[in-house]
């Protein structure tokens, strides 16, 4: 059974930093690319990030470009994401998800973790 | 970069209805890289279509997906209680490499 879990979300000051977590199991880590999602409280869907298979590409949203870093440690079937310099606007659910098709494909997300809280406030 | 449109924002529907929820590109997307997700309160988003009409593992067949290029089509045939949740289109886009997600349509209960 594939399984996502996040962890790392906490209440965080605005230029805080933060280092999100997702460990996965049930399938091969190494196999395939992974994603970071957000969801702001009562708002819909934002990609944050993907990284490749081997880590050797990563893409950002323009939102977190610059202020955000993802990698893996795939000994570890672990996922990451460092986010500095953090804002209100920040503030949202950081759901790992693992993409569907192996290799250099990046296309869908066929899991999906249950979610990780970070709140940037005061 | 791709913007995706969902329309309408809520739909309100009774069970048994069918329900058509639209999702358009602001440029040609590929087919292949078209997905639909349901996601319900407090739980995290599920794949329903995948490559604009494949659908996912356990997925029922009253859900359905259609369209190309810029319009793109998610179909529930007759609505079953357990389908009233808010749905969103995604497509991967290469140029710049990237994910984007519609803004979601909410089928409600009439």
């Known amino acids: 059974e594939v399984q996502l879990v996040e962890s790392g979300g906490v209440v965080v000051q605005p230029g805080g930093s933060l280092r999100l977590s997702c460990a996965a199991s049930?399938?091969?880590?190494?196999?395939?690319?992974m994603h970071w999602v957000r969801q702001a409280p009562g708002k819909g869907l934002e990609w944050v990030s993907l990284?490749?298979?081997?880590?050797?590409?990563?893409y950002y949203a323009d939102s977190v470009k610059g202020r955000f870093t993802i990698s893996r440690d795939n000994s570890k079937n672990s996922l990451y994401l460092q986010m500095n310099s953090l804002r209100a606007e920040d503030t949202a659910l950081y759901y790992c998800?693992?993409?569907?098709?192996?290799?250099?494909?990046?296309?869908?997300?066929?899991?999906w973790g249950q979610g990780t809280l970070v709140t940037v406030s005061s | 970069e791709i913007v995706l449109t969902q329309s309408p924002g809520t739909l309100s529907l009774s069970p048994g209805e069918r329900a058509t929820l639209s999702c358009r590109a602001s440029?040609?997307?590929?087919?292949?890289?078209l997905a639909w997700y349901q996601q319900k309160p407090g739980q995290a988003p599920r794949l329903l279509i995948y490559?604009?009409?494949s659908r996912a593992t356990g997925i029922p067949d009253r859900f359905s997906g259609s369209g190309s290029g810029t319009d793109f089509t998610l179909t529930i045939s007759r609505l079953e209680p357990e389908d009233f949740a808010v749905y969103y289109c995604q497509q991967y886009g290469s140029s710049p490499p990237g994910v984007t997600f519609g803004g979601g349509t909410k089928v409600e209960i009439k």
């Open positions: 990284i490749s298979w081997d880590g050797g590409s990563t």
């Open positions: 998800a693992k993409d569907a098709i192996g290799g250099y494909s990046y296309t869908h997300f066929d899991y």
């Open positions: 049930g399938f091969t880590f190494d196999d395939y690319a």
């Open positions: 490559g604009a009409s």
């Open positions: 440029q040609s997307v590929s087919s292949s890289y």
